[in-house]
């Protein structure tokens, strides 16, 4: 049997044409084997494939899955390009690109990357040899438009009988693209780095400027300690003052046009740089105030070719006069990074509308379950749990395991005393969570609360979430609570109508709970 399949294909894939009209999908890319690898092999590599898109927040198989037909041993590559395109046709696998295994020494050669259309959607096919490690955030990028075919090529496409040449490939290409080399005035930012990475972009982030540069980025960067700093994701663009008299919101505002200003400066140097989202970290203490992602307005379009700073300049000062949008996210690698800012800008979940910013969102806490707790995907109390995108949760189910800082994981035996007397505590763990309701609660207090039906809790205190211990906040006297059972399908809707004083129609029982 040969070590060398053809590899050769078609130069075009004509029913390609059908999908240009359709809506973006993210299935995951198809992987094939043209070599004669074990079950245990094949699977290693779907690993290997997926790792950075895991380590980004998503969730295994959603990104790289060996294909239904996973083995052409012996056959030429044109089998797998007639396959995929029939697989392509029933909607659970990318269509356009797929991933194939040319070499059983894939860890030292790398893998094959396929095509099957083209940026100018002319149905080319082409192909590029990938490490293994890079393949599915290259999918995923492509995918969502965060890079085009020509842009993986030039960073990805490896070389392996010349060694991995990452740095000779990319050369000298990405100095100062406006044509300044050695002018270092304080517009210039951090040097850029001299390709991309796996991920498709690197995370523009602004700080406070009381804050270490170094300390942020070690707190932000995902696995770290697995890394060289030219591997960081995180990449801080600079540090920004607020004006003397500014405080509050005021304060942030101006920060925020701090940071729009510059961007577009920052994009030039480094055109790696996400174009569309940035982080700020508009305060000196973001572990107690989390930290802004800003969605700028498309502002490239409107200044394209733009390259000279004088009109980079200009370009900043427009966009900072437009209105950006932004959320307060956690200060922190996995729920703030991974989960808000990386899922938003790779496009897995929608940046949160007025409506969803305004809907109320109620912690649930389960106890005397004997083992059914219900999870975030279960129907029984949201009917809309299943199709709801990170972001768009209603409910915020208190977990049995919490982090501690400074004492490790702690473990809470959750009792209906012990949700009474830690529902401030855990508004404040949760106080990051926009429309988060600090009064009701719900208890699902057995093993059929179907049957059964939930607790809904009402308990007043201030309120107030910013600038408090546990230890204040677990202190506080339980009192003014109220108790009512509800059927579990009917919790949601009477939670949203009590709160805002809709009360009409309801039980005595339920207009005494609310009132």
């Not at 240009?20 to 290693?44: F, I, K, Q, S």
């Not at 029982?509 to 609310?514: A, E, I, K, N, P």
């Amino acid at each position: 049997m040969s070590d060398n399949p053809d590899l050769s294909l078609p130069s075009k894939a004509p029913s390609m044409a059908r999908y240009h009209n359709e809506p973006m999908t993210l299935h995951p890319a198809a992987l094939y084997t043209l070599v004669d690898l074990t079950d245990a092999e094949l699977e290693d590599l779907e690993r290997e494939c997926e790792a950075g898109c895991i380590d980004t927040g998503s969730e295994r198989g959603t990104s790289v899955r060996l294909a239904p037909q996973t083995h052409f041993v012996g056959q030429p590559l044109r089998a797998v390009f007639d396959y995929h395109l029939e697989l392509g046709r029933q909607n659970t696998f990318e269509p356009t690109y797929f991933v194939a295994a040319v070499d059983k020494e894939w860890r030292r050669k790398g893998v094959l990357l396929v095509a099957l259309d083209d940026d100018e959607l002319d149905c080319n096919v082409d192909s590029l040899r990938i490490k293994a490690v890079d393949a599915g955030l290259s999918v995923v990028n492509l995918q969502i438009g965060n890079s085009s075919w020509a842009e993986e090529k030039e960073g990805y496409e490896f070389h392996p009988d010349d060694g991995d040449g990452a740095d000779e490939h990319n050369g000298d290409d990405d100095d100062d693209d406006n044509g300044d080399d050695g002018d270092n005035d304080s517009d210039d930012g951090p040097p850029a780095p001299t390709k991309n990475i796996p991920l498709g972009y690197y995370v523009p982030i602004y700080i406070h400027s009381s804050l270490s540069q170094d300390q942020v980025v070690a707190h932000l960067e995902p696995s770290i300690r697995y890394k060289s700093p030219e591997d960081y994701v995180c990449r801080v663009q600079a540090k920004l003052t607020p004006t003397s008299s500014a405080s509050g919101t005021v304060s942030t505002q101006d920060l925020i046009q701090q940071a729009t200003t510059l961007h577009p400066l920052r994009c030039a140097k480094n055109r790696y740089l996400h174009k569309g989202h940035i982080l700020i970290i508009d305060t000196a203490d973001p572990v107690e105030n989390g930290m802004l992602m800003a969605k700028l307005p498309p502002w490239d379009a409107s200044h394209p070719g733009t390259s000279e700073k004088p009109d980079l300049r200009q370009a900043g000062k427009d966009l900072a006069l437009t209105t950006s949008q932004h959320i307060r996210i956690p200060y922190l690698c996995y729920e703030g990074l991974q989960t808000r800012f990386l899922i938003l800008s790779n496009g897995d979940a929608d940046w949160p509308s007025a409506e969803v910013r305004a809907q109320p969102v109620f912690i649930v806490f389960q106890y005397d379950t004997r083992g059914k707790e219900l999870g975030s995907d279960d129907k029984s109390i949201d009917p809309g749990a299943a199709r709801r995108k990170p972001g768009e949760e209603r409910l915020v189910y208190a977990p049995g395991l919490v982090k501690r800082p400074g004492h490790g994981l702690e473990r809470i035996e959750w009792s209906r005393d012990e949700a009474m007397r830690r529902f401030p505590w855990f508004c404040r763990e949760k106080r990051f969570v926009e429309g988060l309701d600090r009064t009701f609660f719900m208890c699902v207090d057995g093993d059929d609360v179907a049957r059964t039906g939930l607790l809904l809790v009402r308990r007043k205190w201030d309120g107030n979430l910013w600038g408090r211990t546990r230890e204040e906040l677990l202190g506080l006297p339980v009192d003014r609570v109220k108790e009512v059972r509800v059927p579990i399908k009917e919790a949601l809707t009477t939670l949203e109508k009590g709160r805002k004083g809709v009360i009409d129609g309801m039980s005595k029982g339920l207009r005494d709970f609310f009132s």
